[in-house]
């Protein structure tokens, strides 16, 4: 990791993020808006290429609203084939650049009947049914502990700021439970019966591998998803790629704005 961030330093000047965003489908032109200077994932050492249509790929560093920030422009996801140590190396990489404070986003199935497409969704907690954990494997006692307390992942102060940025600003937020799969295919009705009997609000296939990461090493975390689609039992209707994008575009004007809000007012 050591080769990794010092290739980084000295591509930015030893810039020291205190905010790292992870952007998820269709979220990504926060950074093409706030840009001071781009690393594509495929020069840096140690990381690994993201393959998704609709995901740009590098590392994003920019003073936004007056605090130091690295971005995510493109998530590595666990169903393009990485391991769980592999989409989550830029999560331990940003806390060795003094990352205090994650935003980790996505685009998100509506398991929650009263959800629609464009809403956000603060992450109040997570289910992890991708069926492994990426903290499996040597511990790294530097970093954290090897039986972490996941009581509070998603930062109860960061959940409270972020209601208060979206009142602020008109924008209506909803609050709920995300549920993850690996992917790459999408529920079947029966599972999102499922999901829903077993307290699920939104379904999605990324956020929580790097979640567990992050809180273990000590992070702040605050999650958002948008909301994209109705998950498949409750729409009755075939759910494709395409749509989820469209819906991320309809909420990015909000999502940015919300983003933004915060990471201006995150102590
Ligand atoms: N399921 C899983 N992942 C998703 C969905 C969904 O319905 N929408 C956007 N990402």
């Known amino acids: 990791m050591t080769d990794t ?46 393959t998704v249509k609709g995901h740009k790929g590098r590392l994003v560093f920019s003073q936004i609203n007056g605090k130091k920030v690295v971005m995510m422009q493109g998530r590595i996801h666990f169903y393009e084939g990485h391991t769980m140590s592999e989409i989550t190396y830029p999560v331990k990489v940003m806390k060795l650049l003094g990352v205090k404070t994650l935003i980790l986003t996505n685009a998100a199935g509506a398991v929650n009947e009263s ?8 992450i109040t907690d997570h289910i992890n049914f991708t069926g492994t954990n990426p903290l499996i494997g040597i511990n790294d006692d530097s970093m954290g502990e090897r039986f972490p307390d996941m009581t509070e992942v998603y930062d109860k102060s960061l959940i409270e700021l972020a209601e208060k940025c979206a009142k602020n600003l008109g924008i209506d937020i909803q609050k709920g439970v995300y549920w993850a799969n690996s992917g790459p295919a999408y529920e079947t009705p029966a599972e999102i019966k499922m999901a829903k009997l077993l307290g699920a609000d939104a379904v999605g296939m990324s956020t929580v591998p790097e979640a567990i990461v992050a809180n273990w090493c000590g992070m702040k975390i605050l999650g958002i998803s948008c909301i994209t689609n109705a998950a498949t039992s409750n729409s009755g209707e075939k759910l494709s790629h395409d749509e989820v994008i469209k819906a991320a575009n309809i909420a990015k004007t909000k999502f940015k704005a919300l983003v933004l809000e915060v990471v201006g007012k995150v102590s």
């Not at 952007?23 to 690994?48: H, M």
Request: charged share 20%; hydrophobic share 40%; aromatic share 12%.
């Open 115 to 122: 959800f629609r497409p464009a809403n956000l969704m603060l």
């Open 5 to 50: 961030v010092e290739f980084i330093n000295q591509k930015t000047g030893n810039f020291k993020p205190e905010i790292g965003i992870i952007l998820g489908s269709g979220l990504g032109e926060l950074a093409d808006e706030y840009c001071d200077t781009a690393i594509p994932y495929n020069e840096i050492p140690n990381f690994v290429k993201s």
